[in-house]
Structure formats: structure tokens, C-alpha cells
């Protein structure tokens, strides 16, 4: 689409090819296996049904940043600010302190990663939570738009399934190998 | 909690309680099973876990309708208006055409019933597109706030898990048998 904007509602975003998504939670575990992970992070609302399906086959429960203000959210929370480059936006991210503890062992799971924001937020939350950050698990990387690099320079394990490094207006689409 | 509000964020919609997700997506499985189920649909955010292992477990892609406007969701939409008791505040709920047609067989599933408003709104949106609606599947139904009923009254089968009659601002809480 134009103006670099992957559509992957068909299967990732919008409606959810679940197979797919357990696939894809299967080869996370593989990746993360022996890591000692206790707890799955991600942000509502399109990184929840991958994170489930990792946290089903990892068999850890699955904590979702919220980004919303909701009643029913405690006020104790570890929040962070994420600047959202496809909607022009700045949002919080919140996480009850109750749901991340400093003996947690923590991978962080989206579906996507393109200038490295919502994962910056999230690693900020588990560095509050004095929780110990084992990597980032991610379906669909955007190499070209230098977010998961600028993460992986900061020492942070971060494991894309799929890295794109070249998209144009064309729907031309270069994989990395 | 005081307000009626129940407090579920430890499992259902916070952090997220895989396996008890899990084990709730094959009693559904179980509850709808010959009927020819060929989408799920839920709505974002609380919903897609329990959604996505229903999906898991029946084999079938998830659709979740998006409460937030956002600049990758196609302007060909069915959408229903959503008025939220919880929040004080009334949404839209918007699912892209090309993710429901006219020979789907939808199960709705979500995390709550409560007032049933927001299960109407997606019942508006099958209706919509012209599918068949096959029911309903929640995890928590709030009996006494009285939407499971109201929803059952206009002929659509709802299954919840749990349903509860009554609870006080004590935390006292009395389940359907």
C-alpha cells in the first residue's frame, strides 16, 4: 500500500489466520526454549492472539499492555509513552504492577516491529517492573524502517520471524534471507 | 469491587490465564460442535484470547472488530454503535467486509455479557453482512445485569460459562447452578 503501510488484516490484524499464528507461536517457543521464561508481554489489542498462542506452548501466562484508560484498571501501574508513526499519535501503555514481578523472566511478543516504539515502551515496563527481559519475539519485522537494529544495538534479543527489507508502492516486496 | 464491577484482570482481560483460556475454548468447542461454525468474531481488545483458542480448537479463522479508528482498516466496513456502561461512553465497532460474507456461520465469542450491548452490536454486524449467526460464547456472564437474557429472548442461543445471579460490594459472589 502506499506510504510503506503492509496490509495484513487478512490473516494478522484484523481477522486472525490461527493456524498460522500457532505456527508461528510454536517456532517462537523453539527459539526461546531453555530461557526460563515465566511471563509473556505484549500491547493490546493486535499483539493478543499470537502472545496467547506462544504463552499456550510455552505454557506462561500472557500480561497485555493496555492503551486505553479503562475503569477497571488499577491505579498502580508501570506505564511508558509510545509515539505511533502510522497514526500520528502519542499514546501511553499501562501494565498493573501486579502482573510483572522482579523474579518474572519476561519475553515481549508483537506482531509487528517497524521504527521500534511500542518495543521500546515495553522494554521500558519491564526494566520498572525490575523484571528480567529475555528478548522480543515479533511476526513481521519492517528492517527497512531501522527499528528492530536500533533495538538489537541496545543488546536486546530480538527474534523476527519474518524481516522485510524492501516494500514499495507496487506491493514489490524484498525478504531477508 | 464496589459498582457492580468485577474484577477479572488477573485471568480474563489483563493478564491472561492460557490455560483456563484454553480449557474454556474446548467447552466451546465442545457446546457448538456440529454446528458448522466457519468464523469466529469477536471485538478488541479483551476478547481475542479466549476467541483465538476457540479458533484453535475448531479450526476456524477469528475476526475481531476494532473499537479505535485506525488508518490501516479498509473504509468498507459494517459497523454497529456500542453504548458502554463500564466506561460511561458509547463506541463503533467496525469489521472490514471482506473478512464476513453472506455464507459464513459465526460464533461470537467474548470475555463478558453483561448489559448484552455490545454482543447486539455484533449480532448487527452479522446481520449486516448477511451470514448466519450461529450463537454466542462468553466466559463471564453478569446474570443480573440482565443483557443474557434479553439477548436470549430475540431466539439467539447464548452459552456462557459462568453465569452469576448475584454479587455485593463485599466481594460476595453467587453463581447459576
Known amino acids: 500500500m502506499p506510504g510503506n503501510i503492509l496490509k495484513v488484516d487478512s490473516f494478522l490484524n484484523h481477522q486472525l489466520d490461527i493456524k498460522l499464528l500457532y505456527e508461528a507461536g ?100 519491564v526494566r520498572e517492573a525490575g523484571a528480567e527481559l529475555a528478548g522480543a519475539a515479533i511476526a513481521i519485522e519492517k528492517g527497512f524502517q531501522g527499528g528492530g537494529d536500533m533495538v538489537r544495538r541496545k543488546g536486546i534479543r530480538v527474534e523476527s520471524l519474518v524481516i522485510i527489507d524492501k516494500m514499495d508502492d507496487e506491493g514489490n516486496i524484498k525478504f531477508r534471507d
Do not use: W
Request: aromatic share 8%; net charge positive.
Open 26 to 125: 510454536k517456532e517462537i517457543a523453539l527459539r526461546f526454549k531453555g530461557a526460563g521464561i515465566t511471563k509473556i508481554l505484549t500491547v493490546e489489542a493486535s499483539g493478543i492472539a499470537l502472545a496467547a498462542l506462544c504463552g499456550l506452548v510455552m505454557e506462561v501466562p500472557v500480561v497485555f499492555a493496555k492503551k486505553h484508560q479503562t475503569s477497571n484498571l488499577d491505579a498502580d501501574v508501570y506505564s511508558a509513552t509510545v509515539e505511533s508513526f502510522t497514526h500520528g499519535t502519542t499514546y501511553n501503555i499501562r501494565v498493573s504492577k501486579k502482573y510483572l514481578a522482579s523474579n518474572d523472566r519476561v519475553l515481549i511478543v508483537d506482531d509487528f516491529l517497524a521504527n521500534g516504539r511500542a518495543l521500546l515502551g515495553l522494554t521500558q515496563i
